[in-house]
């Protein structure tokens, strides 16, 4: 046997190209004196009652398999949550699976409902494996670009100029990453009326829900005539500093969720079961944490986007997420030399903003899920960085905390 493997690589995975996010991760992480704005990820610990609730299990014995779908108690907890929370009711017993990850849930749902060609609208930017898992499904990705003009926002016109008789489904990710643009009830509301006028699924990536910061988070799957096209993604990576957990869940129609049951069973037969126990006490008794830290996060918003369009950087106000997604066409240069430029010479990591979409070209995505100490320290030398490619600004990186 030769050692060329080409013959035997799938072409559709030999065509996918690796995470942008992780190139520049990757490359930061073998520096010294790096301040990383790359990451999608808190800088909080995992408050401790949830991991002490995982140890607990532990100490108990739970170490065996649960239900594929998940522990009965926890899907009774997601339940609860989901209703109370964004007023949409699913049966514990078989309208919920608890997944490896937010990630994996888009995985299950893509896997579920293609077939090879159907054709999922992408709003972008967009995160870096939404197309990528479409087409490991057999599906292919169109991309419904948006703009800063608009806020980052889709219009209902934008998606029906994309759709054509191969559309089956639109992944709607709100908050979005990488631009932390939500969109409100009334505008939701409008996007589901095209969506039920050329019969589509929707796949609802509300993973950042509970990190919105200026109008209430609405659930795409509680806009009328939505509750029965929507697969609702969410997770507890976010709101609840649970990543490296890799505890997600996903809710549907009873008939959606079977499939993608079936599916689940021969790749994963369930989640890791004493991180389900610290996800039930994830719902049961850590809000007040939630909250605190969604307030702390939205102070460090307001800093970043103030202080990135002082030092000459355009930067829109995003609604929520941890991400500000400023242009940086001042400084001539391309997303990716931006970035690798900034890296070598101020040693802060960011993510240039064409690894999201076309539409993402010109701009760098900054995640402030950081301290305020290091937010500010990478914004004195993005400052320094900048002014040196003869950038002017309008004001120098205080100090104050913006509220």
């Not at 493997?5 to 030999?14: C, L």
């Not at 992780?22 to 990820?41: C, N, P, T, W």
């Not at 609840?240 to 009873?254: D, I, Q, S, Y």
Request: aromatic share 10%.
């Amino acid at each position: 046997m030769k050692n060329d493997y080409a013959h035997y690589i799938s072409q559709t995975a030999k065509v996918l190209q690796p995470s942008g996010i992780r190139k520049f991760f990757d490359l930061a992480a073998g520096m010294k004196d790096v301040i990383s704005l790359g990451v999608g990820e808190p800088d909080f610990i995992t408050p401790w009652n949830i991991r002490e609730a995982a140890i607990l299990s532990m100490e108990q014995g739970f170490t065996s398999y649960t239900a594929n779908a998940g522990l009965l108690e926890l899907r009774e907890e997601i339940s609860i949550y989901l209703r109370t929370r964004f007023s949409v009711e699913y049966d514990a017993k078989n309208q919920i699976i608890v997944t490896v990850g937010a990630s994996q849930a888009i995985d299950l749902a893509f896997r579920a409902i293609l077939n090879q060609g159907d054709e999922v609208l992408i709003v972008e930017p967009a995160f870096v494996s939404y197309a990528p898992l479409v087409s490991l499904a057999g599906g292919k990705p169109i991309a419904v670009s948006t703009s800063a003009e608009n806020g980052f926002k889709v219009t209902p016109e934008q998606i029906e100029q994309a759709i054509t008789e191969k559309t089956k489904a639109i992944l709607l990710c709100f908050p979005n990453n990488p631009t932390g643009t939500s969109l409100n009830e009334t505008e939701l509301i409008e996007i589901a009326k095209m969506i039920n006028k050329h019969d589509l699924l929707v796949v609802s990536d509300e993973i950042y829900a509970e990190l919105t910061y200026d109008e209430t988070f609405t659930s795409f799957a509680s806009i009328d005539g939505m509750y029965e096209r929507t697969i609702l993604i969410n997770g507890f990576s976010k709101g609840f500093a649970m990543t490296g957990w890799r505890l997600g869940m996903l809710a549907a129609p009873k008939e959606l969720v079977e499939v993608m049951l079936k599916i689940f069973q021969y790749t994963t037969m369930c989640a890791p079961t004493m991180l389900q126990y610290g996800a039930i006490e994830a719902l049961r008794n850590t809000f007040h944490e939630v909250e605190s830290m969604q307030k702390s996060y939205r102070r460090r918003r307001n800093y970043v986007v103030q202080t990135l369009n002082n030092i000459g950087l355009d930067c829109h106000t995003p609604g929520g997420a941890f991400y500000v997604f400023p242009s940086i066409r001042a400084t001539r240069l391309t997303s990716e030399q931006f970035a690798e430029e900034l890296l070598m010479k101020e040693k802060v990591a960011v993510v240039p903003g064409n690894v999201f979409g076309e539409s993402g070209e010109g701009y760098i995505r900054c995640s402030y899920a950081s301290s305020m100490p290091q937010l500010q320290e990478a914004l004195k030398r993005m400052q320094r960085f900048i002014e040196a490619k003869g950038v002017s600004s309008n004001n120098h990186v205080g100090e104050s905390i913006y509220y």
